[in-house]
Structures are given as structure tokens and as C-alpha cells.
């Protein structure tokens, strides 16, 4: 897709005033609110502010405050005309005259330079630059004062120009606490609303979004005249939106006459001329004109290099979007073009830019095109660095939501990375240790962000950093507790109720306030933790440091592999698996393990079989391990510990289930630990803080009635948001869980045990630390396309009514502004007074979403004694999205959950004996092997629903830190050499090494051959 980052980001380009005509207007205006008269031109502005900047200097000293406010007025109207490079200059200048002298000069210059990295897409600094000039306005005019709410806006508007549309529209609505709206200048107010239409836009309320836009162009119209480049802008930005809303007519018609009022007023060879070009070029497409794009990408590029200099970054940037053009089409021109725009972006902007990466991917496509590996491996290597550090720029910051979705746009650069190795460099050392590089630094890259900046902050002994803590853990428990009660009660969302236009829905009205502010929170406490820590090396060498000898990580990735020879729309396959493993010595060995389609359907029918004692497990288990771990043995060289990472659905497989070419479980003869990447042994290699409490048992709460339950249905009032009808969702009592905690208090005698009335949802959320965390009850997971199924400690639907054929069919898809799309609101813990539905207070129901900001710092061991706590939404790269996820973010060292519905029984008896073993001293995850063990062996609980359930991810070792070794009563796996002798050790082919020569034959040739020049001797 052809992307435009000037047409986006050149939004910033007339939102502020134009210009200063004389110094006693400069000095009574507001912060950037100096407008011309109506009809004057750009230039004779910028003249006038010239002269201002010279008067100035003559009445005021060359380093006064009042020169440098006309100085920073001169650099808006600079960016206005396209003048970057003075315009940074003239910023700079007045910043470093202002630093300690005047607040509000600083914030003009401030705001400035802010501008300027913005429309050079330095998004970062912009935001760093516009924070630091809302804090200066605010220094020096107060908290009533409307022009400070309008550099809060216009933070907000950059944080949305860089993704994150929910604190941008967030900081916009803020705003206006600072004063009315109606006290800024008709300009403002129309950038107001134009910069509110853009975080609406990104996050999908286009409703609001159409109506900031329309308000926008007219008040721009009004009071700058229908001519007015400002007026121009906002409606090109219209008649963008228009395109993305599908009416290409109205989109043409209105980004032509943009196009004419441009040329008109700021001439032909103008960088936002050339803007306005680009989005022309983009309606072209739309209308299968790939001719007219064409015309206007090359028109673009003339413009940009007539106007600011063939060097100027925004050539690169047009040059960048008529290569992909060129390239998609298979027409000449296009490796011109992006070589082009590499050269300019380097001398431009140094070598560890973000736009430097981008061209040498693309550049490195081109080279990987036509058979130039090496020269393609060279570039993806100074790309992957590069993405590695702007991508920790990206995880510091903003909530998870944003996080995750600023990890989506980088996928697509981590997925060339690995396909290029599997397609084009299989047996290239470089590309191995390039693909497993990327794979490791980035998987499961958002859940470590989120789980460090939590544990930063907490470990801060500032009460404020507390308090900051508690009010999203408060956000959060509400905000759940809202969306849960309307969808038991009530239904679903409509597109105005979710974004607050229908204020008389007071319920959805809430929902989306309580999710801003929560969302602000977080953002909140990603910056506290930039401050307090910086992010963790992870590298293949302090992974590898980290394994134990004699272990080995399993690093599986899906991935989607790329032909850079193919058409755009077809150039990515199907999505495959690959797997790496990583021993102590720091060796890396891949292999392909083939299409994900087929792989996952073996998980499909293993799951399947698992889910009853009847299941053919075994024959579902020979097949998986067949298409993975049969692939991955030869690579292990006889490591028989294996710290597991999977990926996609093979997250939802206990690997220890599957069966080996001999019969025999993995479980006998390999000791699994599970982790969502390798990125987690970096963690267990420093040492974990300490336990604040003992052991807590929460068990067998009292869930209430379910009177009511049913009843709620007929209240609902709308379609059922999921496959299952919350509504009707009600849990049994669990009498084996109260057994369970009265084995295990016997096991821990000093644990706090908590059952029946006293199992409580703020029982758990108020717990600080525990060593231990044991929760025997029903867990759940809503899957949108599901139905719930009974099971001993899962949910159940109420009979008394059923869902109607129109909820139904409403119910298989959930509303796109429904809460519950999020898969952290699905999944949970059913607690005391589940059943008993209510609209204020604790609703018995524990989410995942509420789980991440429980304090499990210093909690050793969870262990979730219930249905399905270990299963969730999956996405590839970032594990599984359920309350396993929560509770690393949250804190706990080791997890124990459970892949489906589990025996009362068996699980009672499974969690006794596992305690015992923790007891005397055995680990956390060899403890639980050993357990399973011993039930297979036993002929009533030997199939793997009893005793394969649940997996051990986290740390491994004892629970006084101690690592334990596991015990075999089986060998282990000889690997065949070439000539089909089983060689002692390993004698598996390295990546890279002589095909067909195991390293055991040639340390056998050396030593004879050393032999044979002794004896010569």
C-alpha cells in the first residue's frame, strides 16, 4: 500500500497562527495565536515577521524574550511556507535564548521545533518538544487559560499522528478543563476540531470523526476565506477522509479543488503543494488510474526537488512512495528511486534513523529480487538494528493497547526478516543468527514492556507512583465491572454509545470515560518508567548465559513468507512455522517446520482428543509431534531440558502430551518448561524480589444465586455481544476445590486459606506479594465464535431461556466497539457472587484485563486450580491473551494453568501431590512433571486429560531458588549420523556447516588425524 507520511503528517503544517505585522500585536497575543488579516499572503507575513525580528532587536536587545517570541513566530510561518531548515534554525535560536528567562517564549519555541519534527516525522522528539512546551504555557499562564489547553490538544494530535489515537483524543478532551474554547481564536478552533477528526478517524468513530472534519473546513472557510491555505488543508484532510469512508467522487472533487487553491497561493513547486499532490495520486488509485497516480507521484517528486533542494528529506519521501508504486506495478525506476532515497536519508539524518530503515528494506527487497543475498542480508541487518532501537522507543510508551499496536506495524519487517532467511539465505550462518535476533528481541515484546514498566514503578518508593498504580488498578475494576453488567443485562454498543454522543446511554457514556482515563493512566505510568529504568539488553549471548548447561531453548515463530518478485496483493504466502533452538554455548540451529495450516490442525485434533478420557490421544499426539518435535530433535544435540516458546496455536499444546517415534510421551523423557519467548530467561536471570507474604488459598466461593441470571435476558434490550449469552452464564458449586484447599493448608500450615463467602474478588486484588498463590475455582474464556461447553470448573449457561435465532445470529460477531472484543474481558476467575448480577461493586468475576494490575511482585508461584486459565486469544508473536498473560505482567515468577476443562477429582489430588514436591524442595515445573509421572503410571489416570491439563510457564527452579534436576527413567534420543550409526552425543548438522558431515564424524577425523602426526613424529 502506498503510504503517504507527508500527507499525514503535514497536518501540523497550518494549525497554528500565520504571522506577527507589528510587535505590540506580538506581545499581547497568546501563544501562537498571531493571525494575518483576511486575504494576506504567506510572504507578506513572513516579511512582516522579519521585520518584527529586526524591531525587536533594535528596541529590546538581540537576546531579549520579545525577540525570541517574534523568532518562534517567524519559524511557525517558515514551516507554513515549507522552510524547514530555517525554520529550525530561527526555533533553536530563540530556545537557547529563552531557556531560563522567559516561560513563554520558551513554550513558542518549544512548540516550534515541535512542529518541525513532526513534519520530518520525528514523532518522539515532537512529542518530547510539544510536552515540554504545554508545561511551559502552563508555567507561565496558568490552568485557565484556553491557549494551554490548546498546546495540550496539539500534544495529544502528535501522539495520534503517531498511533496512538486514545490518548489523543484523550488529551483533546482534556483540554478544554483549562479553558473555553470559545476563548481561542476562530483559527484554533477550527485546528481543534481538525485535530480531534484525526484521533476519531484512528480510532474508528467516524461519525465524530466526519463532524470535527466538516467543523474544521467550515470554520477555517469562515474566518480565513474559502482560499486560505489553512482552509486548503483542511479540505484536503476532508476529502481524505471521504476516500477512507468509500465516496471516491466526493473525495476527487474536493482534493482537485485543494490541489488549485495550493498552486494558487503557495505556488506550483511547494512542499505542501506536493502533499496535496500525493493525495490526489491516492484517489487516482482508488479509481484504477494507475496512469494519473503516476503522473502525480513524478509531479510530486518535481515539486519537492524545485521548491527545497534535491536533498530535502520530503524528495525522499515521495521518492520512497513512487518506487512502491513502480514496484508493485513491475515498471522500471524503482530501485533508482529507493537508492535515492536511502542516500538522502542518511546525510539527512545519520545512519540509526527509523526512515533510514524503512529505505533499506527496500532497498534490500530489490537486491533479494534479483538474487543479491548477501548485499539484501547486509541491509536487513542495518534495518533490524535500527528497528530494534526505535522499537524500544515504541514499548516505553502509551498503554498496551498501543503498544501492541505499534508492535503490528512493525510485524511486517520481523516477518521479511525470517522468510528471507527460510527463502533466500537458508544455510547462511549471518541470516540464521539475523532471523533469531529479530525473533528473539521481538517476540513477546509488549508483554515484557508492560511487566518492566510495572515493576519499575513499583519498586519506586515515591507515593505518588503508588497512588498512580492504584488509581488504574481502581480504573480498570470499574471499568470491567460496567462492561460485564451491560453485557449480562443489557447487550451491546452502538457507535454512539462508545464514543459518548448519547450521554442518556449512561452506561456506555461511562464505559468510555472510565476507558480514557484508564488509558491516560497507563500512558501515564510507561513515562514514569522511562524515567526511573531503561529497558533490558536482550541478546542471543545473555539468553544463551542465561540456559542452564544441557539445556536448550525452543524458540517456534510463525511466520507468513514474502516473494518479493510477486504482486503486493499476492506477495505473501500462507502462514508457516519455523523453529530455533539456542544451547548454552550459544549456538543457533533452525528449521522449517512447514505450513501452519496443517500443524494447526494436528494441535485441533490433539486438543480434541484431550478434552475426554475416550480421546485417541495417543495416535493426535504421535501426529504433532511428527510435524514439530520430531523436525526440532535432531537440533537439540541431547539436550533433554527444553525451555519452550511456541507461537500460534501451538501456545494451547502441552508439548509433554505428544508422542515420540518409540511410544513413549515427551514427558518421559524431556523436562518442558514453558515461556511466551526466550526474551523471559533474561528476566529469571537477575534476581527476583522477595516475597512479602506467605501462601494464600482462595477455593470454593460461594457464587451466589443464579435467580435473576435468566431473568436478565429478557432486560437485555439488545443482541448478545458473544457466541455465549452472559446472561444466561451461571456456575455450579466445586465441593472438590474445598477438599483441595484443606489437603493443601496441611501441605502449608501457615497459609491463609479463604473459601466460601470469603473468596472474594477484592480478596485477591488486595494481596501484596504472596509467595504463593493457589485459586481453586471455575475459570472461563469466551471465545466470540463458542458456545460454552459444561465442564467440572468451567462456565455453564442457564436452560430456563434460550438465546432467539436473531440474537444468535447477531451474537457470532462481536460489536467493533464492544469492550468485550478485548480478550483480556473474556477470560477470568468466577469468585464469590458470580452469579448474583448487580451494577455496583465487585460482580464475582475477576478479568484478566483487572489481573495485569494485581501485586504479584515477589509471588513465586500462581497456581490457577480451574478450566481453561491457560488458554486465550492467540497472536502470533505476542503469546496468548488471557489470564496467563496477566499474570506476568503482574508479576508472578511461575504460572500454572490449565489447557481445558479438568477432572475435580484428579485435579485435587494432581495439586496435592505437586505441593508436597514443591515442599521438599522439588521445582516448579520438575515437581509437576514428576506428578504427571507418577499418574501415568497409574492405569485410572494414565490418559493425558487427567494429568496433562495443566503446564508450568515461568521459572523453573525451587521455590527457595534453587535448581533442581530432573529425573529420567527413560534415555534419551540418539541422532542418527549420516550413514545411519548412532553416534554418542550429538551429531546434528549446525546451520551453516558441511551438509552431511556430523560434527562427531569430524572431531573423530581430527583426533585420528592429530594421532597419525604424533606417531610421524
Given at each position: 500500500m502506498i503510504k503517504h507520511r507527508i500527507a499525514c503528517l503535514s497536518a501540523m503544517a497550518l494549525l497554528t497562527a500565520i504571522a506577527a505585522d507589528s510587535a505590540s500585536q506580538a506581545q499581547t497575543s497568546s501563544p501562537a495565536t498571531v493571525t494575518t488579516s483576511l486575504g494576506a499572503s504567506l510572504r507578506d507575513a513572513l516579511a512582516s515577521a522579519e521585520r518584527t525580528v529586526r524591531s525587536r532587536e533594535s528596541s529590546h536587545g538581540a537576546s531579549s524574550p520579545q525577540v525570541a517570541e517574534a523568532l518562534a513566530a517567524l519559524a511557525q510561518l517558515e514551516i507554513d511556507v515549507g522552510d524547514l531548515a530555517k525554520a529550525e534554525e530561527h526555533a533553536r535560536k530563540a530556545r537557547g535564548m529563552v531557556e531560563s528567562k522567559s516561560e513563554r517564549a520558551l513554550g513558542d519555541a518549544l512548540s516550534a521545533l515541535a512542529r518541525v519534527a513532526t513534519v520530518r516525522g520525528d514523532t518522539f522528539v515532537a512529542e518530547d518538544l510539544q510536552t515540554g512546551a504545554f508545561e511551559a504555557y502552563k508555567r507561565a499562564l496558568g490552568d485557565k487559560d484556553a491557549s494551554v489547553g490548546f498546546a495540550l490538544c496539539t500534544l495529544g494530535y502528535i501522539q495520534a499522528l503517531r498511533g496512538d489515537f486514545q490518548s489523543g483524543e484523550s488529551k483533546c478532551l482534556d483540554a478544554a478543563r483549562y479553558g473555553s474554547r470559545s476563548a481561542l481564536s476562530a483559527s484554533q478552533r477550527a485546528a481543534w476540531e481538525l485535530q480531534m477528526g484525526v484521533a476519531y478517524q484512528g480510532k474508528g468513530l467516524r461519525y465524530n470523526a466526519a463532524k470535527a472534519f466538516q467543523e474544521a473546513f467550515s470554520g477555517f472557510q469562515n474566518v480565513l476565506g474559502p482560499e486560505h491555505p489553512a482552509t486548503a488543508h483542511a479540505m484536503s484532510r476532508l476529502a481524505a477522509f471521504y476516500l477512507f469512508m468509500g465516496d471516491v467522487g466526493l473525495a476527487?472533487?474536493?482534493?482537485?479543488?485543494?490541489?488549485?487553491?495550493?498552486?494558487?497561493?503557495?505556488?506550483?513547486?511547494?512542499?505542501?503543494?506536493?502533499?496535496?499532490?500525493?493525495?490526489?495520486?491516492?484517489?487516482?488509485?482508488?479509481?484504477?488510474?494507475?496512469?494519473?497516480?503516476?503522473?502525480?507521484?513524478?509531479?510530486?517528486?518535481?515539486?519537492?526537488?524545485?521548491?527545497?533542494?534535491?536533498?530535502?528529506?520530503?524528495?525522499?519521501?515521495?521518492?520512497?512512495?513512487?518506487?512502491?508504486?513502480?514496484?508493485?506495478?513491475?515498471?522500471?525506476?524503482?530501485?533508482?528511486?529507493?537508492?535515492?532515497?536511502?542516500?538522502?536519508?542518511?546525510?539527512?539524518?545519520?545512519?540509526?534513523?527509523?526512515?533510514?530503515?524503512?529505505?533499506?528494506?527496500?532497498?534490500?527487497?530489490?537486491?533479494?529480487?534479483?538474487?543479491?543475498?548477501?548485499?539484501?542480508?547486509?541491509?536487513?541487518?542495518?534495518?533490524?538494528?535500527?528497528?530494534?532501537?526505535?522499537?524500544?522507543?515504541?514499548?516505553?510508551?502509551?498503554?498496551?493497547?498501543?503498544?501492541?499496536?505499534?508492535?503490528?506495524?512493525?510485524?511486517?519487517?520481523?516477518?521479511?526478516?525470517?522468510?528471507?532467511?527460510a527463502r533466500s539465505a537458508k544455510d547462511e550462518p549471518k541470516a540464521v543468527e539475523l532471523a533469531f535476533r529479530t525473533v528473539l528481541r521481538n517476540k513477546g515484546r509488549v508483554l515484557d514492556a508492560m511487566a518492566d514498566s510495572l515493576s519499575l514503578v513499583r519498586a519506586s518508593p515515591g507515593a505518588d507512583d503508588a497512588k498512580l498504580i492504584e488509581k488504574i488498578a481502581e480504573n480498570r475494576g470499574m471499568f470491567a465491572q460496567q462492561v460485564l453488567y451491560r453485557s449480562r443485562v443489557r447487550g451491546t454498543y452502538t457507535e454512539q454509545e462508545a464514543s459518548g454522543n448519547n450521554k442518556e446511554v449512561t452506561a456506555a457514556w461511562l464505559d468510555a470515560l472510565l476507558s480514557r482515563v484508564s488509558t491516560d493512566a497507563e500512558a501515564t505510568i510507561s513515562l514514569r518508567a522511562e524515567q526511573l529504568g531503561k529497558a533490558r539488553s536482550v541478546t542471543k549471548e545473555t539468553i544463551a548465559e542465561a540456559l542452564p548447561p544441557g539445556a536448550a531453548l525452543v524458540e517456534l515463530a510463525s511466520y507468513r513468507p514474502f516473494d518479493p518478485k510477486a504482486p503486493a496483493d499476492t506477495s505473501l504466502g500462507d502462514p508457516r512455522y519455523a523453529g530455533f533452538v539456542l544451547d548454552h554455548s550459544g549456538q543457533v540451529r533452525t528449521v522449517e517446520l512447514g505450513a501452519a495450516s496443517v500443524i494447526d490442525e494436528a494441535v485441533r485434533k490433539l486438543r480434541k482428543a484431550l478434552a475426554t478420557p475416550q480421546g485417541d490421544a495417543k495416535s493426535a499426539g504421535r501426529q504433532l509431534d511428527e510435524l514439530v518435535m520430531k523436525p526440532l530433535r535432531a537440533h537439540l544435540r541431547g539436550a533433554r531440558v527444553l525451555y519452550l516458546a511456541p507461537d500460534g496455536a501451538l501456545n494451547l499444546v502441552p508439548f509433554g502430551?505428544?508422542?515420540?517415534?518409540?511410544?513413549?510421551?515427551?514427558?518421559?523423557?524431556?523436562?518442558?518448561?514453558?515461556?511466551?519467548?526466550?526474551?523471559?530467561?533474561?528476566?529469571?536471570?537477575?534476581?527476583?524480589?522477595?516475597?512479602?507474604?506467605?501462601?494464600?488459598?482462595?477455593?470454593?466461593?460461594?457464587?451466589?444465586?443464579?435467580?435473576?441470571?435468566?431473568?436478565?435476558?429478557?432486560?437485555?434490550?439488545?443482541?448478545?455481544?458473544?457466541?455465549?449469552?452472559?446472561?444466561?452464564?451461571?456456575?455450579?458449586?466445586?465441593?472438590?476445590?474445598?477438599?483441595?484447599?484443606?489437603?493443601?493448608?496441611?501441605?502449608?500450615?501457615?497459609?491463609?486459606?479463604?473459601?466460601?463467602?470469603?473468596?472474594?474478588?477484592?480478596?485477591?486484588?488486595?494481596?501484596?506479594?504472596?509467595?504463593?498463590?493457589?485459586?481453586?475455582?471455575?475459570?472461563?474464556?469466551?471465545?466470540?465464535?463458542?458456545?460454552?461447553?459444561?465442564?467440572?470448573?468451567?462456565?455453564?449457561?442457564?436452560?430456563?431461556?434460550?438465546?432467539?435465532?436473531?440474537?444468535?445470529?447477531?451474537?457470532?460477531?462481536?460489536?467493533?466497539?464492544?469492550?468485550?472484543?478485548?480478550?483480556?474481558?473474556?477470560?477470568?476467575?468466577?469468585?464469590?457472587?458470580?452469579?448474583?448480577?448487580?451494577?455496583?461493586?465487585?460482580?464475582?468475576?475477576?478479568?484478566?484485563?483487572?489481573?495485569?494490575?494485581?501485586?504479584?511482585?515477589?509471588?513465586?508461584?500462581?497456581?490457577?486450580?480451574?478450566?481453561?486459565?491457560?488458554?486465550?486469544?492467540?497472536?502470533?508473536?505476542?503469546?496468548?491473551?488471557?489470564?496467563?498473560?496477566?499474570?506476568?505482567?503482574?508479576?508472578?515468577?511461575?504460572?500454572?494453568?490449565?489447557?481445558?476443562?479438568?477432572?475435580?477429582?484428579?485435579?485435587?489430588?494432581?495439586?496435592?501431590?505437586?505441593?508436597?514436591?514443591?515442599?521438599?524442595?522439588?521445582?516448579?515445573?520438575?515437581?509437576?512433571?514428576?506428578?504427571?509421572?507418577?499418574?501415568?503410571?497409574?492405569?485410572?489416570?494414565?490418559?493425558?486429560?487427567?494429568?496433562?491439563?495443566?503446564?508450568?510457564?515461568?521459572?523453573?527452579?525451587?521455590?527457595?531458588?534453587?535448581?533442581?534436576?530432573?529425573?529420567?527413567?527413560?534415555?534419551?534420543?540418539?541422532?542418527?549420523?549420516?550413514?545411519?550409526?548412532?553416534?554418542?552425543?550429538?551429531?546434528?548438522?549446525?546451520?551453516?556447516?558441511?551438509?552431511?558431515?556430523?560434527?562427531?564424524?569430524?572431531?573423530?577425523?581430527?583426533?585420528?588425524?592429530?594421532?597419525?602426526?604424533?606417531?610421524?613424529?
Open positions: 476527487d472533487r474536493l482534493q482537485t479543488r485543494s490541489l488549485e487553491l495550493r498552486v494558487k497561493t503557495l505556488g506550483a513547486n511547494n512542499r505542501w503543494t506536493a502533499e496535496s499532490m500525493l493525495r490526489l495520486a491516492d484517489v487516482r488509485l482508488a479509481q484504477k488510474d494507475t496512469a494519473g497516480a503516476r503522473d502525480l507521484y513524478r509531479r510530486a517528486l518535481s515539486a519537492m526537488g524545485r521548491g527545497h533542494g534535491a536533498s530535502d528529506p520530503g524528495v525522499a519521501e515521495v521518492a520512497m512512495d513512487l518506487g512502491t508504486m513502480l514496484w508493485n506495478a513491475r515498471e522500471p525506476g524503482a530501485e533508482e528511486l529507493f537508492r535515492r532515497a536511502l542516500d538522502i536519508r542518511e546525510k539527512s539524518f545519520g545512519t540509526r534513523h527509523k526512515l533510514v530503515a524503512d529505505a533499506l528494506r527496500a532497498v534490500a527487497m530489490v537486491d533479494e529480487a534479483a538474487g543479491r543475498s548477501s548485499a539484501a542480508l547486509e541491509k536487513l541487518d542495518r534495518a533490524e538494528a535500527i528497528y530494534d532501537e526505535y522499537a524500544g522507543k515504541l514499548m516505553t510508551r502509551g498503554s498496551e493497547k498501543q503498544r501492541r499496536a505499534n508492535a503490528d506495524k512493525l510485524w511486517t519487517f520481523w516477518n521479511r526478516v525470517v522468510s528471507f532467511q502430551a505428544l508422542v515420540d517415534e518409540r511410544g513413549d510421551y515427551l514427558v518421559e523423557t524431556l523436562s518442558i518448561t514453558y515461556l511466551t519467548s526466550g526474551r523471559e530467561l533474561s528476566r529469571m536471570a537477575s534476581t527476583p524480589p522477595a516475597p512479602r507474604s506467605g501462601a494464600i488459598v482462595i477455593a470454593n466461593p460461594e457464587y451466589g444465586s443464579a435467580q435473576g441470571v435468566g431473568a436478565g435476558n429478557t432486560a437485555r434490550g439488545g443482541a448478545s455481544t458473544v457466541a455465549v449469552d452472559l446472561g444466561r452464564v451461571r456456575f455450579s458449586a466445586l465441593p472438590g476445590t474445598a477438599q483441595e484447599a484443606s489437603s493443601l493448608a496441611s501441605v502449608f500450615p501457615d497459609a491463609k486459606v479463604s473459601t466460601g463467602a470469603e473468596a472474594t474478588e477484592s480478596r485477591i486484588k488486595g494481596l501484596r506479594g504472596p509467595k504463593v498463590l493457589h485459586v481453586a475455582t471455575h475459570g472461563f474464556f469466551i471465545d466470540g465464535s463458542r458456545s460454552a461447553q459444561r465442564g467440572n470448573r468451567a462456565l455453564e449457561l442457564d436452560d430456563a431461556e434460550p438465546a432467539s435465532p436473531a440474537d444468535d445470529k447477531q451474537s457470532k460477531q462481536l460489536n467493533e466497539h464492544d469492550p468485550l472484543n478485548d480478550p483480556l474481558m473474556r477470560s477470568g476467575l468466577a469468585l464469590a457472587n458470580a452469579n448474583v448480577v448487580n451494577s455496583g461493586g465487585e460482580d464475582g468475576w475477576l478479568t484478566a484485563y483487572e489481573g495485569m494490575t494485581l501485586d504479584l511482585v515477589g509471588t513465586q508461584l500462581v497456581v490457577l486450580s480451574a478450566c481453561e486459565t491457560g488458554v486465550g486469544e492467540v497472536a502470533p508473536g505476542e503469546g496468548v491473551f488471557g489470564l496467563r498473560r496477566a499474570l506476568v505482567v503482574a508479576g508472578a515468577q511461575t504460572q500454572v494453568m490449565s489447557l481445558w476443562k479438568v477432572d475435580d477429582e484428579a485435579t485435587r489430588d494432581l495439586m496435592v501431590a505437586y505441593y508436597k514436591k514443591l515442599k521438599a524442595g522439588g521445582g516448579r515445573s520438575e515437581g509437576l512433571r514428576q506428578v504427571q509421572l507418577e499418574m501415568l503410571s497409574t492405569p485410572a489416570r494414565n490418559h493425558p486429560y487427567y494429568w496433562a491439563s495443566f503446564i508450568p510457564s515461568g521459572d523453573p527452579r525451587s521455590l527457595d531458588g534453587k535448581p533442581v534436576e530432573p529425573k529420567f527413567a527413560k534415555g534419551g534420543y540418539g541422532v542418527p549420523s549420516f550413514d545411519g550409526v548412532k553416534e554418542r552425543g550429538c551429531a546434528c548438522e549446525m546451520a551453516g556447516g558441511t551438509r552431511g558431515w556430523p560434527w562427531g564424524w569430524l572431531t573423530l577425523i581430527g583426533a585420528v588425524a592429530v594421532a597419525g602426526l604424533r606417531r610421524r613424529r
